[in-house]
């Protein structure tokens, strides 16, 4: 777009199938307040969905100063082209100076359709979001070189400036007694907007996949020094209640899928507790999980730069400690006692 109306900033609110909002739409309210009050702008919200009464009342109370909403049946699902035609004609309606869009599957999969047609820039993956003293544009940070070198982005003359961000950077902060402007748009689609329909979704068949929002998470590193060793993670993960992670030297290794990788080339989660085990902690993945309320690091060197940033450390060999550990967990919970 070749001009700016406003110095609103946008963040697009994602709902899941089950109607509930997103948790990594909601993190992105607390830099979006930050920006906008650096560009004398509007925080404004953004929902598709078939029925957003819940999701406009959890909105409401993480700081948006307005509420922009479009509803239907045909929101119900994401769709590529029904999300990204819509977007594109609020975009182009009220023109904002930014708009944050969560680096999720189908953030990632909406986000260059609408910068293309916008004739915008677009900077994915990224790990910080902020604003350029000297331009007034929004800075956008993310990893470069196989996240060996953080790069700092700027889209100047263009708008919106776009950015998808990492779940897990930030967290959701609520802001209480703030008076919200809610609004409903009413937009018209063509009918033939719609090229793909789902007929099935199939989730993976583990309990482990989803560690951005997991609350205790065990991850493994090259010093487990086989595959095999992630089947010792998984039971102690399993005890916890937890989530598997792991590090790139075990994923490049072929001992567990990308998915479950934690740092700039992979994941970043905040859980509130992170056990690390064999982890060298290398500054990739240091990033990914340094936010974490309370990390235990494993490992027999004690050297390593993981207990640098660990709040507990145990120098030993992770063959022993975690399945006496494990153990120890199972003992507790047969008798119903929080070891936690």
């Known amino acids: 777009m070749e001009y700016k109306k406003n110095n609103d900033i946008w963040v697009f609110i994602e709902i899941k199938g089950d109607g509930r909002v997103r948790q990594s739409s909601l993190e992105l309210m607390n830099p979006g307040i930050?920006?906008?009050?650096?560009?004398?702008?509007?925080?404004?919200?953004?929902?598709?969905?078939?029925?957003?009464?819940?999701?406009?009342?959890?909105v409401k109370e993480y700081g948006a100063d307005q509420i922009i909403f479009v509803q239907g049946d045909e929101y119900k699902e994401y769709s590529t082209d029904i999300y990204t035609d819509t977007l594109c004609l609020l975009l182009q309606k009220y023109v904002p100076a930014g708009i944050l869009i969560g680096a999720t599957n189908d953030g990632r999969d909406m986000s260059p359709r609408i910068a293309c047609r916008l004739e915008t820039g677009l900077t994915a993956d990224c790990t910080s979001v902020d604003v350029d003293e000297e331009t007034g544009s929004i800075l956008w940070t993310r990893p470069t070189l196989g996240g060996n070198l953080m790069a700092s982005i700027l889209c100047q003359g263009h708008w919106p400036q776009m950015g998808t961000v990492r779940p897990g950077i930030y967290k959701k902060e609520k802001v209480l007694n703030k008076r919200v402007e809610i609004q409903q748009e009413i937009v018209e689609l063509s009918q033939n907007v719609n090229r793909v329909r789902v007929y099935k979704t199939i989730c993976e068949n583990t309990m482990f996949a989803d560690i951005e929002n997991a609350e205790i998470i065990v991850a493994g590193g090259r010093g487990l020094g086989n595959a095999q060793g992630f089947q010792m993670i998984k039971e102690l993960a399993e005890a916890l209640g937890g989530a598997v992670g792991a590090t790139r030297g075990a994923?490049?290794?072929?001992?567990?899928?990308?998915?479950?990788?934690?740092?700039?080339?992979?994941?970043?989660?905040?859980?509130?507790?992170?056990i690390a085990c064999g982890i060298s902690g290398a500054v990739q993945h240091i990033v990914g999980m340094s936010s974490s309320n309370t990390i235990i690091a494993i490992n027999q060197d004690k050297e390593a730069p993981i207990f640098q940033v660990a709040d507990y450390g145990i120098v030993g060999d992770v063959y022993t400690i975690i399945p006496e550990l494990t153990k120890k967990i199972l003992y507790e919970n047969k008798n119903n006692e929080n070891v936690l």
Not at 35 to 54: H, P, W, Y
């Open 34 to 58: 930050k920006i906008a009050e650096k560009t004398n702008g509007k925080l404004v919200a953004v929902l598709f969905g078939s029925d957003l009464k819940e999701a406009i009342q959890e």
């Open 251 to 274: 994923v490049e290794n072929g001992w567990i899928s990308h998915g479950y990788q934690i740092g700039q080339t992979g994941k970043t989660v905040n859980p509130k507790l992170y």
